[in-house]
């Protein structure tokens, strides 16, 4: 049974950081790129980073970028995604998806464009 199971998140203040982890099983890793995404209360879910299968090409939404960092273990079977200064527009559910695909270093944007997701792991941002 392919799985991605996040963990990681939880309440920090303005500022501070975390550090979510997506491990997966039942799937071979390092055929999948990956993507973190979010959703925040009455919002449409949105693209957070991408990370190529290779671990060679990141990429960004335009609201994290120099924030946050994607990175991935194929080692590990795990992604991870490094979250600083955080605020409190970051307060949602972070989700980890993997797409199947043949380009080592090719990222993907659109969560349709993924094939497994996990079940969530909550952010609040708060003081």
């Known amino acids: 049974q392919r799985q991605l199971t996040e963990s990681g998140g939880g309440l920090a203040q303005p500022g501070d950081s975390l550090r979510l982890s997506c491990a997966a099983s039942?799937?071979?890793?390092?055929?999948?790129?990956m993507g973190w995404f979010r959703q925040a209360p009455g919002k449409e879910r949105e693209f957070v980073a991408a990370?190529?299968?290779?671990?060679?090409?990141?990429d960004y939404a335009d609201s994290v970028k120099g924030r946050f960092t994607i990175s991935r273990s194929n080692a590990k079977n795990t992604a991870y995604l490094q979250m600083n200064s955080l605020k409190p527009e970051d307060t949602a559910v972070y989700y980890c998806?993997?797409?199947?695909?043949?380009?080592?270093?090719?990222?993907?944007?659109?969560?349709?464009?993924?094939?497994?997701w996990g079940q969530g792991t909550q952010v609040t941002v708060s003081s």
């Open positions: 990370i190529s299968r290779s671990g060679g090409s990141t």
């Open positions: 998806a993997a797409h199947l695909t043949a380009y080592s270093d090719r990222t993907y944007f659109s969560a349709d464009e993924f094939d497994h």
């Open positions: 039942g799937l071979t890793f390092r055929i999948y790129a």
